[in-house]
């Protein structure tokens, strides 16, 4: 599976109100892997960004004057996420701007909807964890993920800690490169690579192995215990 982990900035918190997006960064997962893929851009707004937003992320208008306008990068970050399963934490809001950007593009509403499946972070948080505060630095803390560097938001940066988030979350990964080293420390058997061929391109697909199988059961079982519509995964199987 091609998953993209995906978030954005933007210049304030309503596309409804006439806000962009300023930044995109995108960290590609296939086969739950790492693959050191990413996109990223800022992009220029060509309207003020709200006082508040700027605390938040930190980014200027000052500092867009000289980025693309949103409409200049669209073709290659619809290029970079067709076809892949959208990973987002609160994924509305981004998804808001995203087709609201698209639309100004020319590109027609719920194109990314169209073409992209979308996996909301934050539900999938509140239902692991009813009742517990799901922010994405809350989630950081809770399963480890170094966010020291954390400052302020930035796409790129949320992208890549939500990716380490989502994979503690779901039940983790083997490694980051795929046919590269393991990280230090890995003790599960290599997983097989096969070479799959789309479109002209060969995209490797790593299939689990029997330690990553088993957690993965494992961690279904712990959602069917706390979900009392049982998981759909199953089913589909």
Same mark, same amino acid.
């Given at each position: 599976?091609?998953?993209?982990?995906?978030?954005?900035?933007?210049?304030? @918190?309503?596309?409804?109100?006439?806000?962009?997006?300023?930044?995109?960064?995108?960290?590609?997962?296939?086969?739950?892997?790492?693959?050191?893929?990413?996109?990223?851009?800022?992009?220029?707004?060509?309207?003020?960004?709200?006082?508040?937003?700027?605390?938040?992320?930190?980014?200027?208008?000052?500092?867009?004057?000289?980025?693309?306008?949103?409409?200049?990068?669209?073709?290659?970050?619809?290029?970079?996420?067709?076809?892949?399963?959208?990973?987002?934490?609160?994924?509305?809001?981004?998804?808001?701007?995203?087709?609201?950007? @698209?639309?100004?593009?020319?590109?027609?509403?719920?194109?990314?909807?169209?073409?992209?499946?979308?996996?909301?972070?934050?539900?999938?948080?509140?239902?692991?964890?009813?009742?517990?505060?799901?922010?994405?630095?809350?989630?950081?803390?809770?399963?480890?993920?170094?966010?020291?560097?954390?400052?302020?938001?930035?796409?790129?940066?949320?992208?890549?800690?939500?990716?380490?988030?989502?994979?503690?979350?779901?039940?983790?990964?083997?490694?980051?490169? @795929?046919?590269?080293?393991?990280?230090?420390?890995?003790?599960?058997?290599?997983?097989?690579?096969?070479?799959?061929?789309?479109?002209?391109?060969?995209?490797?697909?790593?299939?689990?192995?029997?330690?990553?199988?088993?957690?993965?059961?494992?961690?279904?079982?712990?959602?069917?215990?706390?979900?009392?519509?049982?998981? @759909?995964?199953?089913?589909?199987?």
């Amino acid at each position: 599976m091609r998953q993209i982990v995906l978030d954005t900035e933007t210049t304030g @918190l309503d596309w409804a109100d006439g806000h962009r997006v300023i930044e995109i960064g995108c960290v590609e997962l296939i086969g739950r892997r790492h693959t050191r893929q990413t996109f990223h851009h800022y992009v220029r707004p060509d309207r003020a960004i709200d006082e508040a937003a700027q605390d938040v992320h930190g980014i200027s208008n000052e500092m867009l004057a000289d980025k693309p306008g949103f409409g200049e990068v669209a073709d290659d970050f619809l290029q970079f996420v067709d076809g892949a399963e959208l990973i987002i934490h609160n994924a509305p809001f981004d998804m808001g701007f995203l087709e609201n950007e @698209l639309k100004l593009c020319g590109y027609g509403t719920e194109r990314l909807a169209q073409h992209c499946t979308v996996l909301d972070t934050l539900l999938l948080a509140r239902e692991i964890h009813p009742g517990q505060r799901n922010s994405l630095d809350a989630l950081c803390k809770r399963y480890e993920v170094d966010n020291s560097r954390r400052d302020v938001h930035g796409a790129l940066l949320d992208a890549r800690l939500l990716a380490d988030v989502y994979l503690a979350m779901t039940g983790g990964q083997a490694g980051l490169d @795929l046919g590269g080293d393991g990280e230090p420390g890995t003790t599960q058997a290599p997983a097989a690579v096969e070479p799959v061929s789309r479109d002209g391109v060969s995209i490797p697909v790593v299939r689990a192995n029997a330690e990553e199988l088993a957690a993965h059961e494992a961690q279904l079982d712990m959602l069917a215990e706390q979900s009392a519509e049982g998981v @759909l995964w199953r089913e589909l199987k």
